[in-house]
């Protein structure tokens, strides 16, 4: 089994920063990609950003150039840095973890999701 911890989320006005941290401890023999997906009221899932093993990079559109992914494999924890934050940027947002456990197997963990609020 594998943990995830989020952290980072919470209340800023629009224009603002946050970070968003996800650590995941447990039965990890590697990490794979590593994301944060997001979740506004009456909306759809969405995926915000991603980081494969090596450092390759997706982003939504609507995040492009405001928002950073980091990943630290040593610590199995992936980031996101949030600048000039909108509010429709507001929703729920979660980390996604593909991990390799030590038999092999390739498994999906969800952490269970921060606030973040952008008042405007």
């Known amino acids: 089994q594998v943990q995830l911890v989020e952290s980072g989320g919470g209340l800023v006005q629009a224009g603002g920063s946050l970070r968003l941290s996800c650590a995941a401890s447990?039965?990890?023999?590697?990490?794979?990609?590593m994301g944060w997906y997001r979740q506004a009221p009456g909306k759809q899932h969405e995926l915000v950003a991603r980081?494969?093993?090596?450092?390759?990079?997706n982003y939504a559109d609507s995040v492009k150039g405001r928002f950073t992914i980091s990943r630290d494999n040593a610590k199995n924890t992936v980031y996101l840095q949030m600048n000039s934050l909108k509010p429709e940027d507001t929703a729920v947002y979660y980390c996604?973890?593909?991990?390799?456990?030590?038999?092999?197997?390739?498994?999906?963990?969800w952490g269970q999701g921060t606030q973040v609020t952008v008042s405007s």
């Open positions: 996604r973890v593909v991990t390799v456990s030590d038999d092999l197997v390739e498994v999906i963990y």
């Open positions: 447990g039965n990890i023999f590697s990490m794979n990609t």
């Open positions: 980081i494969m093993r090596g450092g390759s990079t």
